[in-house]
């Protein structure tokens, strides 16, 4: 069974443009997440979707957002990049319910210059 | 909110030294708890779970018991090996199906 797949893996892009990063989720999986991770602020939760809806949103400006397909993949979009946006972003899949596990990608290494 | 705490790194220790990695958590409900970890230059991936008081999860060495009246979710292994050296994460999913994670404890193991 395949993982969870984000693409592009690096990305180097300079402050003010935008990005699309993408994540594949797990076959059977309509429930994605997405997490920025930095030194400084640890995992920051910034949104997920489930069956195409947002179900929840974290403390992120509106620069940032996604979508889910149909076929449950996702993307997330960040516009206006700052240097602050630099992070791992990670993306997470799983099955609904409470108490079931998420799966991680091994995310978009994204650095803005 | 629903929220978790857990204990500040780094923490370093020598092979099979016992390791002991606390967490708790604020929460409404019955959320469920969860250890996951992150080895260098990987996402995170799971390494127990337990979905309601006195639970107790555990795999490859490690275990955490869901200790409700303390709030709590401590992670332990008796013996540690270098292989161990990663980032542990503490997290809970709500109601609200969230998934709440803790700071990280980074953990280096020395041979």
């Known amino acids: 069974k395949a993982g969870v797949t984000q693409t592009p893996r690096y990305l180097i892009k300079t402050r003010g443009q935008q990005v699309t990063l993408s994540c594949s989720p797990i076959?059977?999986?309509?429930?994605v997440s997405w997490y920025q991770q930095t030194p400084g602020q640890g995992l920051q939760f910034l949104f997920e979707?489930?069956?195409?809806?947002?179900?929840n949103k974290g403390n992120f400006p509106g620069r940032f957002s996604g979508r889910q397909f149909s076929n449950s993949r996702s993307e997330m979009n960040v516009s206006t990049l700052e240097l602050g946006d630099s992070a791992l972003y990670l993306c997470?899949?799983?099955?609904?319910?409470?108490?079931?596990?998420?799966?991680f990608g091994q995310g978009t290494r994204l650095t803005v210059v | 909110g629903n929220s978790v705490t857990q204990m500040e790194g780094p923490v370093t220790l020598s092979e099979e030294a016992f390791l002991t990695i606390n967490c708790t958590y604020t929460?409404?409900?019955?959320?469920?708890l969860f250890w996951y970890v992150q080895y260098p230059g990987e996402g995170l991936q799971l390494l127990l779970k337990?979905?309601?008081?006195?639970d107790k999860g555990s795999n490859k060495g490690f275990e955490a018991t869901y200790r409700k009246e303390t709030t709590s979710f401590h992670l332990e292994k008796g013996s540690v090996q270098v292989s161990d050296s990663a980032v542990y994460f503490c997290?809970?999913?709500?109601?609200?199906?969230?998934?709440?994670f803790g700071a990280g404890t980074t953990v280096t193991v020395r041979a």
């Open positions: 997470a899949s799983s099955t609904p319910g409470q108490s079931t596990e998420a799966f």
């Open positions: 076959s059977g999986h309509r429930s």
């Open positions: 979707y489930f069956s195409e809806t947002q179900r």
């Open positions: 337990a979905t309601k008081a006195d």
């Open positions: 997290a809970l999913r709500g109601d609200d199906y969230k998934l709440s």
């Open positions: 929460a409404t409900g019955y959320p469920s």
